[in-house]
């Protein structure tokens, strides 16, 4: 499988911590969210919410808590790109050991008609570029 070449510091805040001085596992996608904007902008060089992608799936394994004081780093790298449809696979990093892994699905979508529309071919150029296929 291909190396992360993609990664995002995230500034941990207080209240994302629950009771069990952890953070909580819905923050997780948070922390995912942040790092998919970043990368789309950066990678596609357009900001995302001029993009008309969406996401229509998310997944999210836990492999172990993220305690206060640590730092988090967020790795993404985008899978085999469909017609309609970019996978990222993440690594949710805590001082970095693997905390968690996950997988959205994002697609390219045309809102007036309300159905999936093709990648852009320059979005597809930049992405394998940057994933070097």
Not at 26 to 37: D, F, G, K, M, S
């Given at each position: 499988?291909?190396?992360?070449?993609?990664?995002?510091?995230?500034?941990?805040?207080?209240?994302?911590?629950?009771?069990?001085?952890?953070?909580?596992?819905?923050?997780?996608?948070?922390?995912?969210?942040?790092?998919?904007?970043?990368?789309?902008?950066?990678?596609?060089?357009?900001?995302?919410?001029?993009?008309?992608?969406?996401?229509?799936?998310?997944?999210?394994?836990?492999?172990?808590?993220?305690?206060?004081?640590?730092?988090?780093?967020?790795?993404?790298?985008?899978?085999?790109?469909?017609?309609?449809?970019?996978?990222?696979?993440?690594?949710?990093?805590?001082?970095?050991?693997?905390?968690?892994?996950?997988?959205?699905?994002?697609?390219?979508?045309?809102?007036?008609?309300?159905?999936?529309?093709?990648?852009?071919?320059?979005?597809?150029?930049?992405?394998?570029a940057h994933e070097?296929?």
């Amino acid at each position: 499988m291909a190396e992360f070449n993609y990664e995002n510091e995230i500034d941990v805040r207080f209240r994302d911590f629950d009771m069990m001085d952890h953070v909580n596992n819905a923050v997780y996608a948070t922390y995912l969210e942040q790092t998919r904007v970043e990368y789309i902008e950066d990678v596609v060089q357009e900001p995302l919410m001029d993009t008309g992608a969406v996401v229509a799936d998310l997944h999210l394994d836990f492999e172990r808590p993220i305690d206060f004081g640590e730092s988090v780093t967020v790795a993404v790298r985008a899978g085999e790109l469909g017609t309609s449809s970019i996978p990222l696979e993440y690594e949710i990093r805590a001082d970095g050991e693997v905390a968690a892994t996950g997988e959205t699905l994002m697609v390219t979508f045309d809102q007036e008609a309300g159905e999936p529309t093709p990648i852009p071919d320059a979005w597809r150029e930049r992405i394998e570029a940057h994933e070097g296929r």
